[in-house]
């Protein structure tokens, strides 16, 4: 249970008004969802302050409130504090900082109970939340509630705390999502976490704007791989996709495992929805009928060697659970009746393996591309970049046989510099409207994918 006798530990922390006897601390940093005896964290940036919505939440019924220090607060805590006794005022250096030491020393207290408990990292620049989710699953049907994993993509410097926040005494298994997009931050995340095992899922280009090269995105999240190293004393298991150009250099261990199509100490081969690969001393056969890209059955081969690498006397069933596995709704790639839609997010390398595998999807079923239609919208955070990448991306499908292409946002004329006779372009997603009802009448399937700020899913309620 997370509580406040952790507090003497914490050097953020500088006083304490209230009660003296230990509490639980239920973390809660919204004061929209906030509920009757939780804790209120009064997170502040540069466009908001939380310590707005201490008097709001000491109304519903704040059992503790922490915030960050500042001048001109001491004397309204004190008043608070005089008004209402019951409740614990936490007064720190940093609101954030106190949090993430908090789960920093609930989660090592947490590990430390049995030592067969398991801390489990993952990261990458595409596909972290789809591989989290399949790990979480594998394992979870082998050890029926005793994973907790991040909810949705809680998997940054706030959401990470939040989710180490939700381990009892019941979880055997955390399994972590990290995220990044400057330097420095998958290391900060590792050090609240602590990982022992993990996955790196690949390296693209995704926030090339803030890390400027591949390489330093590499070194960004081969971090992981360090702490885990670190925190393992070496014998931690961690998997990689050698089939990735940069991901093959990790320096090897004894924990770390390799797979690929062509690549790795596991090689897996793949043909329709049938995976085969050999490890532990046996042949593991996986069919799921559920996943139609071949990305994602190459992803749930992945997620399938770590377990069985943790867990090897479960190989057997691990392998059944992979065959049962089907994907979440998660707002992100998903399938709406014939259309293939990802409007959560785009980079050049997330955008060119989605656009192979829905190629390939329609070659299996023997559909023609000229009965499909593309719509591709701005990848952002890609900054000098841009205008290549942008173009990269335009040529790709050129070279696939694409002919109907619609290029939208601000990046839509650096798509045409490398298709030159889009059907159309647009600056913006409602001049597109018009065009997009004869789309959803006219063809047989459409992919559209794009980054956030587009917001393209709202394409799906026009008809």
């Known amino acids: 249970m997370l509580s406040s006798r952790f507090f003497p530990q914490v050097s953020s922390i500088l006083k304490v008004y209230g009660p003296a006897n230990d509490i639980e601390l239920k973390i809660n940093t919204d004061s929209r969802s906030f509920k009757s005896g939780e804790t209120f964290v009064a997170l502040h940036g540069d466009n908001f302050d939380g310590?707005?919505?201490?008097?709001?939440?000491?109304?519903?019924?704040?059992?503790?409130?922490?915030?960050?220090?500042?001048?001109?607060?001491?004397?309204?805590?004190?008043?608070?504090?005089?008004?209402?006794?019951?409740?614990?005022?936490?007064?720190?250096?940093?609101?954030?900082?106190?949090?993430?030491e908090l789960a920093s020393l609930y989660i090592i207290e947490?590990?430390?109970?049995?030592?067969?408990?398991?801390?489990?990292?993952?990261t990458g620049s595409n596909g972290k939340t789809t591989h989290k989710e399949m790990i979480f699953s594998l394992l979870n049907s082998i050890f029926p509630d005793q994973v907790l994993a991040t909810k949705?993509?809680?998997?940054?410097?706030?959401?990470?705390?939040?989710?180490?926040?939700?381990?009892?005494?019941?979880?055997?298994?955390?399994?972590?999502?990290?995220?990044m997009n400057h330097v420095g931050e998958i290391n900060e995340l590792c050090a609240i976490a602590h990982p022992e095992h993990?996955?790196?899922?690949?390296?693209?280009?995704?926030?090339?704007?803030?890390?400027?090269?591949?390489?330093?995105?590499?070194?960004?999240?081969?971090?992981?791989?360090?702490?885990?190293?670190?925190?393992?004393?070496?014998?931690?298991?961690?998997?990689?996709?050698?089939?990735?150009?940069?991901l093959i250099r990790l320096e090897k261990s004894p924990g770390l495992t390799t797979y690929g199509e062509k690549n790795g100490d596991i090689r897996i081969n793949i043909t329709d929805h049938k995976i085969t690969f050999n490890i532990n001393g046996l042949e593991a056969w996986i069919t799921?009928?559920?996943?139609?890209?071949?990305?994602?059955?190459?992803?749930?081969?992945?997620?399938?060697?770590?377990?069985?690498?943790?867990?090897?006397?479960?190989?057997?069933?691990i392998a059944l659970a992979a065959c049962d596995y089907q994907q979440p709704s998660m707002n992100r790639s998903q399938w709406v009746d014939n259309i293939f839609l990802d409007a959560y997010n785009a980079n050049p390398s997330s955008m060119r393996v989605s656009i192979n595998s829905f190629v390939n999807v329609m070659k299996s079923k023997g559909i023609s591309l000229d009965d499909c239609y593309f719509v591709l919208g701005d990848m952002n955070e890609l900054g000098v970049f841009a205008e290549e990448l942008h173009r990269e991306i335009a040529e790709h499908l050129k070279s696939l046989g694409i002919k109907n292409v619609s290029f939208i946002g601000r990046y839509r004329d650096f798509y045409r510099k490398g298709f030159e006779d889009p059907k159309s372009s647009y600056l913006t997603k409602e001049e597109f409207?018009?065009?997009?009802?004869?789309?959803?009448?006219?063809?047989?399937?459409?992919?559209?994918?794009?980054?956030?700020?587009?917001?393209?899913?709202?394409?799906?309620?026009?008809?």
Not at 86 to 99: M, Y
Not at 110 to 122: L, M, P, V
Not at 210 to 234: D, P
Request: net charge positive.
């Open 51 to 100: 310590f707005s919505y201490v008097e709001q939440v000491i109304t519903l019924g704040a059992k503790a409130i922490i915030y960050s220090r500042k001048d001109g607060r001491d004397l309204i805590i004190q008043s608070f504090s005089k008004k209402h006794p019951n409740i614990l005022f936490v007064e720190a250096t940093d609101s954030l900082k106190c949090i993430q």
């Open 110 to 122: 947490w590990r430390s109970k049995k030592a067969d408990r398991k801390i489990i990292g993952i």
């Open 152 to 179: 949705g993509n809680l998997n940054n410097h706030i959401g990470v705390p939040l989710t180490i926040f939700g381990l009892e005494d019941h979880h055997e298994i955390a399994v972590i999502e990290m995220g």
């Open 198 to 246: 993990g996955m790196i899922t690949n390296i693209g280009s995704a926030h090339i704007e803030f890390m400027q090269s591949m390489e330093n995105i590499l070194k960004e999240k081969t971090c992981l791989y360090q702490a885990v190293l670190k925190n393992s004393l070496g014998r931690g298991m961690f998997v990689v996709n050698a089939d990735d150009e940069y």
């Open 288 to 317: 799921n009928n559920n996943i139609l890209e071949h990305h994602n059955l190459k992803n749930l081969a992945g997620t399938a060697i770590l377990a069985m690498k943790l867990f090897p006397e479960k190989a057997k069933k």
């Open 433 to 463: 409207h018009q065009e997009w009802r004869h789309i959803r009448k006219s063809y047989k399937f459409v992919f559209v994918k794009a980054s956030r700020s587009l917001q393209l899913e709202s394409l799906m309620s026009i008809v």
